[in-house]
């Protein structure tokens, strides 16, 4: 035992992770009738006897999230399957009211495929398959503290869900996050969900082993669960990491299990063994006719596929000599990589605007609760800001000013330099004239300049900056005084 706990000490151990992904689809309808799907409504006001599970009911399915589930697959390199079909996942929870949830088991939609993430790495893709989202359980505690019962709420029944599962490719909790962010990327380029984890349209299961550096063989993994952000699948991927190494330096043995994440405690504790796994008695639903897709049909849906962000970023790259950090963020988000190019295009100015939409407009967004897409500000108004800084009619600090009021208020950019007067004075002979006067007022600092102390003339800057009120064009200034002086 003693030798046992010494070598297990003395390996040095690399984490292996797989990951699964629920995204929820952006249909109209649900997945087998006709309730609207969407997030956020008044509880149990979107349901209907089919999504409710009621005897009798026959489901239909829903066209467009096989198309929506199929171009991801295309998006992603997957092999399309000709044939699939739905079955039945047997268990028993008061948020599925049928006690099944339709499912696909062993014929997915797509098998294959990868995501390639910026730093070149290829995470192979085992499957995406297409079922239904579940009802939701809202427990006694905040709204209603005290209460001793839960409520359901089956809006979300029925809601068309993909599932993405990798095979074991991951070999970091940020590289992990690095899948997340471009998988996120590529699914709402493709418009096919609102992937947004804090509403629920993007879930993800962490599952996570540890092996010898540089073994091949897998060990034994546990799968975590309930993580609300990509900064828990992090954190939580790194606790489980930890405990692993932990457990084996204490000379014990992991055991396949599933964990769930406590945001609060910063742990993950055990919720369900293998020996506790549940049987789901799959079987094909007889309600289902089993699908067949055209290869027209995915012709189609193949030339439908917009750019995706990958290539976005090399054109950005390209065609506009931007940075491959500053790139990448901005073709990530459709409507910011949308906006910006809207900015580009009407300044010419690309190097400018992403400056502006990397930095300063964020920051305006945020402090103001708005997003890319909330703002009333126009791209041709971030053009005209940048085009009034070339120019010099306003100072970079101004501009700064401008641009939030730009994104709060949608304000054009000339409308807020006259409320404000910012307007910057680069008019020659007004300069000249106020610097005719910093220099009558401060002979000691001419006289220290032509001594060669060249900081004085920072001074006398400073003093006709002052008497503009900062107004004045500082390069004009600095050369006109050294004019002057010479
Ligand atoms: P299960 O039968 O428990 O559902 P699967 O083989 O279907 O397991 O894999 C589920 C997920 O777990 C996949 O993302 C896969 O890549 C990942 N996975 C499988 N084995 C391991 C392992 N030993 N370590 C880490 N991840 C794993
Ligand atoms: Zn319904
Ligand atoms: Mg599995």
Redesign the pocket.
Known sequence: MSTKVANAAATDYEP?????VHVELKTNSKMFCGCRNEFGAEPNSLVCPICLGFPGTLPVINRKAVEYLCKTGLALGCSIAAHSKFDRKNYFYPDMPKNYQISQYDMPLTTGGSVTLPSGKRVRL?RIHLEEDTGKNVHAGGRMAGAEYTLIDYNRAGVPLMEI????DLSSPDEAEAYLVQLKAVLSALGVSDVKMHEGSLRCDA???IRPAGSSA????A?VKNMNSFRSVVSALEYEIARQKASLAAGERIVQETRNWDEARKLTYSTRSKEQAHDYRYFPDPDLVPLSLEPATLERWRAELPELPLAKRGRFMESYGLSDYDATILSADIPTAVFFEAVVAASGEPKAAANWMLNDVPRALEKHGLTIESTRMKPGQLAELIKLVKSGTISGKAAKEICEAMVADGEDPQAVIAQRGLAQVSDEAAIAKLVDEALAANPDSIASYKAGKTKALEFVVGQVMKASRGKANVEIVRAALIKRLE
């Open positions: 292996v992770i797989g990951l699964e085992n599962v990798t095979e074991p599952n996570v082993s897998l060990g034994t993994k799968e």
